[in-house]
Every structure is written in structure tokens, then in C-alpha cells.
């Protein structure tokens, strides 16, 4: 079995940082890609960035250079760093990770969902 658990959200005034942290426990084997979603309420759940296990990244294109994800594998750890937050960054962000987990009879590959971290942005 295998968890993630965020941390690290909260509410903040427009133009301020919020540091976001994942970390994976369980049966873990090796963990592929790590990424960053959100959902704003009544929104479509979105991609905000991606990080390979070498540490290549994927940006969507509204964060602008807002946003740095980073990863400490021998944490089993992802990260966000959110800057210059806006109003419209309001949402729920969630962590999911592409991990191969120990099984009693063989090994299996699956994408975990850690359960969601509110940030709120005050204007």
C-alpha cells in the first residue's frame, strides 16, 4: 500500500508564497513522475507541474514562471513553490505520483492521489 500526503497549504494575501510538500510512503520500489493538480470549486481538476525522476519539468502555461516543482527522491518527496499568488490560484491541490510498489506476489506499477491540500488566496 501506498500514501501521499500533502502539506503546507493555507490561506494567504495576494502576492505572497505558499510552500507545498507531497511525501510518499509505503511499499515503495521507485517512483516515476511526480506531478501538481488542482481544482478550483466548480473547475475541472488541472495539471500545474510535472517532474520526472531525473528532475526534467513540465509547467502548465498559466503559472508563468510562478510556480517551481522540485523532488527529493530519497525522501519520496515533491515540492511547490507558489509566488506572487493571485485570487484565481484558490483551489484544492493535490499530488500524485507514478510509483512501483512491493506486492506479496509480484511488484505493480499504479498513480497515487494524495487527499488534497486547500490553498485559499485573499485579495
Known amino acids: 500500500q501506498v500514501q501521499l500526503v500533502e502539506s503546507g497549504g493555507g490561506l494567504v494575501q495576494a502576492g505572497g508564497s505558499l510552500r507545498l510538500s507531497c511525501a510518499a510512503s509505503g511499499s515503495i520500489l521507485s517512483i516515476n513522475d511526480m506531478g501538481w493538480y488542482r481544482q478550483a470549486p466548480g473547475k475541472q481538476r488541472e495539471s500545474v507541474a510535472i517532474i520526472t525522476k531525473s528532475g526534467s519539468t513540465n509547467y502548465a502555461d498559466f503559472v508563468q514562471g510562478r510556480f517551481t516543482i522540485s523532488r527529493d527522491n530519497a525522501k519520496n518527496t515533491v515540492y511547490l513553490q507558489i509566488d506572487s499568488l493571485k485570487p484565481e490560484d484558490t483551489a484544492v491541490y493535490y499530488c500524485?505520483?507514478?510509483?512501483?510498489?512491493?506486492?506479496?506476489?509480484?511488484?505493480?506499477?499504479?498513480?497515487?492521489w494524495g487527499q488534497g491540500t486547500q490553498v485559499t488566496v485573499s485579495s
Open positions: 500524485n505520483a507514478d510509483v512501483l510498489a512491493r506486492g506479496v506476489l509480484e511488484n505493480s506499477r499504479a498513480t497515487y
